[in-house]
């Protein structure tokens, strides 16, 4: 069996890479609190893995419309179809994110 090791400076690189991730996206979700921008929501949508406990996703953004089964965080703008444009967060049965998307909330 063949055992491969991390070297130091390779961990280091990696925890650096991950809180500058977390930053980013904590630095976005702050942005979006304070301005309700498609640019910062975006962002968020992108960054964040999926499988994300929802108060950590509550935290981010700020309250959601709760749907019970989503989460839905809107801007100040409709697109072509005339309907709100916002994000959705799904929540599986634990409790955890599980699809997200940014685009027309038609209903």
């Given at each position: 069996?063949?055992?491969?090791?991390?070297?130091?400076?390779?961990?280091?690189?990696?925890?650096?890479?991950?809180?500058?991730?977390?930053?980013?996206?904590?630095?976005?979700?702050?942005?979006?609190?304070?301005?309700?921008?498609?640019?910062?929501?975006?962002?968020v949508v992108?960054?964040?893995?999926l499988?994300?406990?929802?108060?950590?996703?509550?935290?981010?953004?700020g309250?959601?419309?709760?749907m019970?089964?989503?989460?839905?965080?809107?801007?100040d703008?409709?697109?072509?179809?005339?309907?709100?444009?916002?994000a959705?967060?799904?929540?599986?049965?634990?409790?955890?994110t599980?699809q997200?998307?940014?685009?027309e909330?038609?209903?």
């Open positions: 069996m063949m055992v491969k090791f991390i070297s130091c400076g390779s961990l280091l690189l990696f925890m650096c890479l991950a809180c500058q991730q977390k930053s980013s996206l904590e630095k976005y979700g702050q942005h979006y609190q304070q301005h309700q921008d498609y640019e910062s929501l975006s962002k992108e960054l964040l893995p499988d994300t406990d929802t108060s950590y996703v509550r935290r981010l953004l309250e959601p419309i709760d019970g089964f989503d989460f839905r965080y809107l801007i703008s409709v697109g072509p179809n005339g309907c709100v444009i916002g959705v967060f799904h929540i599986s049965e634990t409790g955890k599980d997200q998307w940014l685009d909330i038609c209903e």
